[in-house]
């Protein structure tokens, strides 16, 4: 041990100027990859009140992730670039003692960051996307899902359109989607809303999303109700266009349809 | 094998003229094809193995008769029942490496039609049962090939042991899988099924016949993993030899008893979810048909109640054998080594409570999404052990960057980037948009090959000396390396960004303002998959022709370097006794001394 003692002091002074090298590299790492990540918009423009709160979890959740990923990223760096040998192994070093309260203090850092990600966007997410209240919706519209169409009922309008080709929603209003299917299981899906819920036989499911957004599929595909369960042959293309319109003009296509529907 | 299909063809007949016969007396139909398959299945599973070796090997016993050893000798053992651990271990690892290949195969396809929008070579139909057959034969390969491969190959060495404790039952759970192959072959014949590798009811009561062969082979490769798992477990608990105490246990060893743990405890949920929908598409009985009263929801359920899991059978034989490479390429002790075994242990302990998180946006009932997101979160933490233990083992080493290392090292790179997103995937705000989105298959190709077939790889070639008896081309192996790596990274670092921009997985067709990526995709994927002609190769030229290899070239310190290679039968010429622990280098003490004298140097 005591020669141990002595031979030590010469390794103690490189692994401090190592472990500085590192912290210096990954903060570096750090500062560029928080900068990549702020200037980088990950998600395409939103539609909707939801997809405001979602998109910003994400954005919350990539710089959360980005001091984690830089240092295993440089921690795997740098040891490969530093502590590489060329041939193979002559005699090996004596073995280093484990520094102690590392796995501790490693276990106690990412439990906080695990904990605080259930938390924010977690819970908060879902509490800002109103899901621990019973709020009211202003419209329901009933969606049925058939291999390979959807049915769109118009709740309150006496409007139901089989096999629709396009939905129509008002601008600003909250909408529950109350979804069920006549045969296998199917998904709604919205992506200009960031909305998906099954449509499972036998049960109804919901969905809430509140366009805020005029828009419509021919100016931007996101505008789609798209199927995103595998439902057979025609599940790719088990979709629907949407548009979004203000009130006055979901009134007008509402009669319209309905007057379509009695001739 | 001859004789295994006779059987299987003999049995056939018989369980199916038997249910012909009963339905021809109670007066409906008898030729309807799915009840004579499904009925004529188990007895020709039964004439297969009987037919394979089961009988000559094992069953005689069973009717008075002398047992007779089944296995040729050379190289004509490796396609007979054999019940050497190390013959099984590899039957089962080139078994699975050619169906990984035939299933990568499968993904060329589909990216072929996907470089373009529009249909370009398969129609829609097809393109479902590519995709599905692709997904399944994936699945098989990654929750068995390291386990059943390199697990009994090298569990039995690693602890000192002549073989597995059950040898009988070890080499019957290999003879489950060519069945397995014949029947998606089959199916794929009749013209295939296409519910994906989930196989969802009620989509998969009402699609074609192919289904069923879908359904069979699944609790096949279910029992098969089941007998598996409780093989290495008694093999761990019973036969490690004197002095190989559990905080001896070389990490590879530990993840193999953990996974074991999990197949044995979760599989039966999957096959359960595979009979009923049997049971209903054959006698009409209602247990996912809404209309008969059943829920669509319970499949899915049972389904994910084993699948989640299954993730972890899948990826810790992938981490644990990147853990046990880098201590002998760094030439130090395994890092926090106590603290990764209860990582591992934690992952395994909350494997069986997160499985809702594939059901965020299927309408289960709300209370659950608060509660299984934290649980998956959770998971995060002892995942984040692991890593610990590979970056504080290569930290102040000394590495030596042969192809295993490159390999294993890669594995944390790519799980890395596995793990962070899968933690936008736990978060039910943000999954609500990804989920079943391209998202989603970037994220578990990324853990998934990226983290185990790439320590597959680290697998195959820091143990090809001692399988094989010779070595492996370093520069084509590095070539390999760089090759997959890139490639892998292109192919599918891209699909994040795909399904960020609204592309939906399982899809034939897809929006063409997505045209450019998913041709840079496809490109990448073929590069992809020549890469592996450079592995072939290798393999090949180097097992017929390579030089010969030392028992020890890597001088790693584990047991399986202190016999021949190839090791003889039973292992060792006399049992070893264990003294240290795997990875103590620089230490100037022995892990392990053959023969009963304690002490002794390197
Ligand atoms: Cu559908
Ligand atoms: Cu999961």
Redesign the pocket.
């Known amino acids: 041990m005591r020669t141990n003692e002595g031979a030590a002091r010469g390794p103690a002074t490189s692994v401090r100027r190592h472990t500085l090298a590192f912290v210096v590299a990954w903060l570096a790492a750090t500062a560029l990859a928080f900068w990549i990540v702020s200037g980088t918009e990950f998600n395409p423009p939103g539609g909707s009140a939801e997809a405001a709160i979602i998109d910003e979890a994400f954005r919350f959740l990539a710089l959360l992730a980005v001091p984690v990923f830089t240092f295993v990223l440089v921690g795997l760096a740098y040891s490969v670039v530093v502590f590489r040998r060329s041939g193979p192994p002559g005699d090996d070093p004596r073995p280093l003692p484990e520094p102690r309260g590392v796995a501790l203090g490693w276990i106690v850092v990412t439990s906080a960051l695990a904990i605080f990600v259930i938390v924010n966007p977690g819970l908060t997410g879902m509490a800002a996307l109103g899901w621990f209240e019973d709020r009211r919706p202003d419209l329901v519209v009933r969606v049925e899902g058939q291999q390979w169409s959807w049915n769109i009922t118009y709740d309150g309008y006496g409007v139901t359109v089989p096999k629709a080709t396009e939905l129509v929603l008002p601008r600003d209003r909250r909408v529950r989607f109350i979804v069920t299917s006549k045969d296998v299981i199917h998904s709604l899906w919205i992506p200009a809303f960031r909305v998906k819920i099954d449509a499972v036989p036998g049960i109804e499911t919901t969905a809430d999303a509140t366009p805020n957004r005029l828009g419509s599929f021919d100016a931007d595909p996101l505008y789609r109700l798209q199927c995103a369960e595998l439902c057979g042959t025609g599940h790719a293309r088990m979709t629907a266009r949407v548009r979004v319109v203000e009130q006055a003009e979901f009134e007008r296509q509402m009669a319209s349809l309905r007057a379509e529907a009695g001739r | 094998m001859i004789r295994g299909l006779a059987g299987a063809l003999a049995g056939y007949a018989v369980g199916a003229a038997l249910v012909a016969a009963i339905r021809a007396l109670t007066g409906v139909d008898p030729l309807a094809a799915e009840p004579l398959v499904v009925a004529g299945f188990p007895f020709a599973l039964i004439g297969w193995l009987l037919g394979v070796g089961v009988w000559q090997a094992w069953a005689r016993e069973w009717v008075g008769l002398d047992a007779r050893p089944a296995a040729p000798p050379g190289w004509r053992r490796y396609f007979a029942y054999s019940t050497d651990h190390k013959v099984i271990g590899v039957q089962y690892l080139v078994t699975f490496t050619v169906i990984f290949l035939l299933a990568g195969l499968s993904a060329l396809l589909l990216r072929v039609e996907l470089a373009a929008p529009g249909q370009a070579i398969l129609p829609p139909a097809t393109y479902n049962q590519v995709m599905s057959l692709h997904g399944i034969l994936m699945i098989a390969v990654a929750v068995s090939v390291i386990i059943a491969g390199f697990g009994n190959y090298l569990v039995p060495l690693l602890i000192g042991a002549e073989d597995m404790a059950f040898p009988r039952l070890n080499a019957l759970s290999y003879w489950l899988i060519p069945p397995v192959a014949l029947l998606l072959l089959t199916s794929t014949v009749l013209g295939g099924w296409d519910s994906g590798w989930t196989g969802y009811a009620p989509l998969s009561e009402r699609n074609r016949v192919g289904q069923i062969f879908f359904n069979l082979s699944f609790i096949l490769v279910g029992l098969s993993s089941i007998i598996g798992g409780l093989n290495f477990l008694v093999t761990i608990i019973r036969l490690r030899a004197p002095g190989m105490t559990w905080g001896r246990l070389p990490i590879f060893v530990w993840g193999i008893f953990l996974t074991s743990l999990m197949s044995a405890v979760f599989t039966q949920s999957v096959a359960v979810a595979m009979l009923l929908t049997l049971l209903d598409r054959v006698f009409g009985t209602g247990f996912f048909a809404a209309a008969r009263g059943g829920s669509p929801l319970l499949y899915e359920n049972l389904f994910?109640f084993y699948?989640?899991p299954a993730?972890y059978v899948m990826i810790i034989p992938g981490w644990v054998l990147a853990l046990e490479v880098l201590p002998h390429f760094a030439r130090r002790a395994l890092f926090a080594y106590r603290w990764a075994v209860g990582g591992l242990a934690g992952v395994v302990a909350l494997s069986g409570v997160?499985?809702i998180?594939?059901m965020f946006t299927s309408g289960v009932p709300f209370v659950f999404l608060p509660v299984f997101l934290a649980t998956?979160e959770l998971i995060s933490i002892p995942t984040g052990v692991i890593f610990l233990s590979a970056l504080g083992t290569l930290w102040l080493g000394r590495l030596w960057l042969r192809t295993p290392m490159l390999f294993a090292i890669a594995v944390f790179f790519n799980f890395l980037i596995g793990g962070i997103t899968g933690i936008f995937l736990a978060d039910v705000p943000t999954d609500v948009q990804l989920q079943d989105t391209y998202f989603v298959v970037a994220h578990f190709h990324y853990t998934i090959v990226g983290g185990e077939i790439f320590g597959l790889f680290a697998g195959i070639y820091y143990w090809f000396p001692k399988i094989t008896g010779r070595m492996y081309d370093e520069r084509l192996g590095q070539l390999h390396f760089w090759w997959m790596f890139i490639a892998f990274n292109l192919t599918f670092f891209p699909m994040f960004g795909l399904g960020l921009a609204g592309m939906n997985r399982r899809i034939a067709d897809y929006d063409a303002a997505l045209a450019n990526t998913n041709l840079f995709v496809s490109i990448a994927s073929f590069a992809l998959g020549a890469s592996f002609l450079v592995f072939l190769w290798n393999v090949i030229v180097s097992w017929t022709r390579g030089p010969m290899a030392q028992a020890n070239p890597w001088r790693a310190r584990t047991l399986e370097w202190q016999t021949s290679s190839p090791p003889p039968l039973e292992n060792f010429p006399v049992p070893p006794t264990v003294v240290a622990g795997p990875y103590e280098y620089g230490t100037g003490r022995a892990h392990a001394v053959l023969g009963g004298a304690a002490g002794g140097d390197d």
């Open positions: 994910w699948s989640h993730v997160v499985w998180h594939h998956t």
